[in-house]
């Protein structure tokens, strides 16, 4: 008999003995991956850190710890390379200058943990003021899009959308102007806009001071774009993941030819002013246009950053590349330290003697693909990368270069030149019509 208890006190002993050392065995595997996630996040900060690309630029996730249960969501719904990781079994973020508001994490994280806000306790980001309703502090005065803080081509549709449907709720039904709505401004945002307001069939005129696509018409032709499924108003689901700038600008052409909606070109607002019930927008033309309600969807960029240096009137003065691939056998400087200016160097340097040059000693602020692209075309001499040099002087048939450390100069010969120094925000243009520009550190802009 005792014989039996004791086999029996011995089999339980390895029944139990065996679990235990199964979920031992699972929880220490468990434990040590976290661990080299954890050291692999933190490297990963350390050199985020080091390089400048830890603090964000725009809109951007903020992950609430106490509320993440590591479900790592967020990081596989990410487009980009490490702006979110896990830490010490929570998310986190890494390369937060990497971010360019997605908003796929705040949407994929399955506990709500991720808000996403514009600025930091650091450093600002200055917006104009804008109502749940997209009205600013001048009362009939509307913005949807990048201007007021919300990037990407999906966002910019669903606010110029949603803008429109909430105007034509307090759109006077008597006025004394020409038109009920004046868009500014042609992109994303301005021709959703546009197709809800011939939903709701109102009297209106969409114009831009370049062309058709906003911001999406600058990227060179064979850019690819980076979007997500969005509803089109009059048109219906679009569901995109990898298009060419190609399609999408024939996709808003075609709906707007079909629609009988046309966008008044290369006519830039000088000016917007209060005039009774209604508003007077002058144009470059010097043309007066009324109307009750405007909606800013002008983007953020405004007009190209000059370099203020003699010459720069020439025309071999570019500031966008939209066809590199008709480019050939140029000898080409590119000025610029971002995405755009890389990407475009490399690209003219298929077919043309490139020169990249960049004030700074490092590009700090690309994205990891296009630093690993530009490396290797430097190693294989395919172009020349001149650092803290900048352009003081553009000339018929060169050039001048100045060494910032070293004051030296150098004459280099030249038949085109791309200058991609970002954008002058339309501050001014804001503050003239009336608009509040408001800096926010750190403000939530969306949250469940």
Same mark, same amino acid.
Request: glycine share 8%; with cysteine.
């Given at each position: ?7 029996? %006190?011995? /089999? ?23 661990? &080299? ?29 106490? !509320? ?18 896990? &830490? ?5 973020? @890494? ?21 996403? !806000? ?17 009205? #600013? ?5 509307? @913005?949807?899009?990048?201007?007021? $803080?919300?990037?990407?081509?999906? !966002?910019?549709?669903?606010?110029? &959308? ?63 774009? +980076? ?8 048109? $219906? ?14 996709? %808003? ?10 966008? &008044? ?7 917007? /002013? ?51 691939? @008709? *480019?050939? =056998?140029?000898?080409? @400087? ?11 160097? +490399? ?44 352009? #003081? ?9 100045? =060494?910032? /450390? ?5 004459? *280099? ?36």
């Amino acid at each position: 008999m005792d014989f039996l208890v004791a086999d029996i %006190w011995l /089999e339980k002993l390895m029944i139990y003995g065996g679990v235990f050392l199964i979920i031992a065995i699972v929880l220490g595997i468990y434990l040590l991956k976290l661990r &080299r996630e954890t050291r692999r996040a933190e490297s990963k900060i350390a050199l985020a850190k080091k390089s400048g690309l830890y603090e964000p630029v725009s809109l951007h996730p903020v992950i609430h710890v106490n !509320n993440c249960i590591k479900s790592g969501a967020c990081v596989k719904a990410c487009p980009e390379t490490d702006v979110l990781g896990i &830490r010490s079994g929570r998310g986190t973020v @890494i390369n937060a200058s990497h971010c360019i508001g997605h908003g796929a994490c705040f949407h994929a994280c399955p506990v709500e943990a991720i808000t996403l !806000n514009i600025g930091t306790e650091t450093r600002g980001v200055d917006l104009p003021h804008v109502s749940q309703t997209f009205e #600013t502090n001048v009362k009939g005065i509307f @913005i949807a899009g990048e201007l007021g $803080g919300m990037g990407l081509i999906k !966002n910019a549709v669903e606010q110029g &959308r949603q803008a429109i449907d909430n105007m034509v709720h307090h759109l006077p039904k008597k006025h004394d102007a020409t038109y009920d709505l004046i868009i500014i401004g042609a992109g994303p945002a301005g021709i959703s806009a546009s197709l809800t307001a011939k939903k709701h069939q109102l009297n209106f005129v969409t114009l831009d001071q370049d062309t058709l696509g906003g911001a999406v018409f600058t990227y060179p032709r064979a850019k690819v774009v +980076m979007t997500a499924p969005m509803d089109l108003p009059l048109h $219906g689901k679009v569901k995109l993941s990898n298009t060419s700038k190609a399609e999408l600008l024939n996709l %808003w052409t075609s709906v707007l030819n079909k629609n009988n909606i046309p966008i &008044r070109e290369t006519t830039k607002v000088e000016s917007i /002013e209060k005039e009774g019930d209604h508003f007077k927008v002058t144009t470059s033309q010097n043309e007066s246009l009324t109307a009750a309600r405007i909606l800013l969807s002008i983007g953020r960029r405004g007009t190209p950053r000059k370099l203020g240096i003699p010459g720069e009137n020439l025309p071999k003065v570019r500031y966008r590349l939209l066809d590199p691939e @008709i *480019i050939q =056998n140029q000898q080409i @400087i590119v000025v610029g330290g971002g995405d755009s200016a890389v990407e475009s160097a +490399m690209m003219l340097a298929e077919q043309n003697e490139v020169t990249l040059s960049y004030r700074s000693g490092s590009f700090n602020r690309i994205k990891p693909g296009n630093a690993t692209k530009l490396e290797a075309a430097v190693a294989e001499q395919k172009l020349t990368v001149k650092y803290h040099t900048n352009v #003081t002087e553009i000339q018929a048939e060169q050039i001048i270069l100045r =060494n910032s /450390e070293t004051s030296e100069e150098e004459i *280099i010969p030249n038949d085109l030149i791309y200058i991609f120094a970002g954008g002058e925000l339309p501050t001014e243009f804001l503050k003239k019509t009336g608009i509040t520009i408001t800096r926010k550190f750190g403000d939530v802009m969306m949250k469940h």
